[in-house]
């Protein structure tokens, strides 16, 4: 499945047109990208689906929302609980070899990541942890057919809660604006392109 017709499963007629310098993106990030996310970045833009989940962009003012201010609030979360309660935390994150690089999450506060277990950013695949207990879970595929399975209610991850609307769920577009109540307001650079 394509990221046009995903699109058009999940409500939008045309591409939203959201642009960023990919460059600044990935050097920022310290990894290339897979494509597909590139292309839903392009045809989705900031947003989620369901009022449930949220797929993270760069560019954006609003660091709750933004990829690469998620990897670094990760990285403090991680830094602070390594502090109060030492001892092996229960997956690498990224850039550790292997490490989980997060890309989204629920409003249940579960995470999902890529698993960056190959220089290929197109063959990594999709990982989750859940906002409360322990299990973490594992996707046996990538980006877009993640989004498949879920805007269509059949991803299998144990703390992904079954849809209580219409299927295919769908797309609940933002402007990517800082609206406060959370986060920090980051300077935005990423643009929706003129029609």
């Excluded at 490490?99 to 197109?122: E, I, M, R």
């Excluded at 059949?154 to 703390?159: A, C, D, Q, S, Y």
């Excluded at 209580?164 to 935005?188: A, D, M």
Aim: charged letters at 25%; a negative charge.
């Amino acid at each position: 499945m394509s990221i046009e017709e995903l699109g058009r499963d999940a409500g939008l007629s045309a591409s939203r047109r959201y642009s960023v310098d990919w460059d600044r993106v990935e050097s920022t990030m310290g990894t290339r990208l897979p494509m597909d996310y590139k292309q839903y970045v392009h045809w989705f833009g900031p947003g989620g689906f369901d009022d449930y989940l949220v797929v993270c962009v760069p560019g954006v003012e609003n660091s709750n929302t933004e990829l690469a201010a998620r990897l670094a609030k990760e990285r403090a979360d991680r830094q602070l609980r390594s502090r109060l309660a030492p001892g092996p935390s229960r997956f690498p994150l990224f850039p550790e070899p292997g490490g989980w690089l997060p890309w989204g999450f629920t409003t249940g506060g579960d995470g999902l990541y890529w698993v960056t277990s190959s220089d290929d950013p197109d063959c990594w695949t999709v990982a989750g942890r859940p906002g409360r207990g322990s299990d973490l879970a594992y996707f046996d595929g990538g980006f877009a057919a993640f989004l498949r399975t879920f805007v269509w209610d059949t991803v299998e991850l144990p703390f992904i809660a079954e849809a209580e609307g219409e299927v295919p769920l769908k797309f609940e577009p933002q402007s990517g604006e800082w609206l406060g109540g959370g986060g920090t307001r980051l300077e935005p650079y990423g643009r929706f392109e003129q029609a």
